[in-house]
């Protein structure tokens, strides 16, 4: 058990609609970072958050949006969905800004769009 | 962006064997880990490698990062089936932010 909790861990959609995928970070953590993982494209980075504040910006549509809040707790919205979206979304932890790139993950979001 | 080749892609071995897995790019790493993902799980931190020429080992794991710390090597002794999983590699360079290779998936038949 990593200590980071993700939920849903899986959710079934259809195109067009919006969904919301929830992280705690592992207590302490200041950092959250979201990955999408997919068969093709293997794990890609979409967006860090420290403290509150967005940090870091991947390869993140425009569909798609996060925040953090003030108890660290993160959310990822994604809108419009395609089926390309279909995915597994990870979020994972680390205690500052990653300096030495260990993080920790959670179980994951499983996200099918139909 | 960093690109990180890993290979081989798939790897089916019997109980026993030893193996090696490899994490290449062009590009140069202040820091490296490797990470194993289970089925339905996220990945899970196995070591991180900060210097050139450096070697870790956890149990029957070996890591060992390039001198010139652009690539890195996962050897398993004896693999037994509760290797099997994804074995992925993460580099650090001029962004902090952990660019992950596509990973090696390794099955061990009993």
């Known amino acids: 058990d990593s200590g980071v909790t993700q939920t849903p861990k899986h959710l079934i959609t259809a195109t067009g609609q919006r969904v919301t995928l929830r992280c705690s970070p592992r207590s302490g953590d200041l950092s959250v970072y979201w990955y999408q993982q997919s068969l093709d494209q293997g794990l890609q980075f979409l967006i860090q958050?420290?403290?509150?504040?967005?940090?870091a910006k991947g390869n993140i549509l425009e569909r798609f949006s996060a925040q953090q809040f003030p108890d660290l707790h993160s959310e990822l919205n994604l809108s419009s969905l395609e089926l390309g979206d279909s995915a597994l979304y990870f979020c994972?932890?680390?205690?500052?800004?990653?300096?030495?790139?260990?993080?920790?993950f959670g179980e994951g979001s499983r996200l099918t769009v139909l | 962006t960093q690109l990180l080749e890993q290979s081989p892609q798939f790897l089916s071995i019997q109980e026993g064997e030893n193996l090696t897995v490899y994490c290449n790019s062009s590009s140069v790493f202040s820091s490296l880990q490797w990470y194993r993902q289970e089925p339905g799980e996220g990945p899970v931190l196995l070591v991180t490698v900060v210097t050139g020429g450096e070697v870790k080992k956890l149990k029957r794991l070996t890591f060992q990062f390039g001198d010139a710390r652009k690539d890195s090597s996962l050897h398993i002794t004896a693999a037994q089936p509760g290797d099997t999983g994804l074995y992925l590699c993460a580099g650090q360079g001029g962004s902090y932010i952990p660019t992950f290779g596509r990973g090696t998936s390794l099955i061990v038949h009993p």
């Open positions: 994972a932890s680390s205690v500052g800004d990653s300096y030495t790139g260990e993080l920790f």
């Open positions: 958050y420290y403290n509150g504040e967005e940090r």
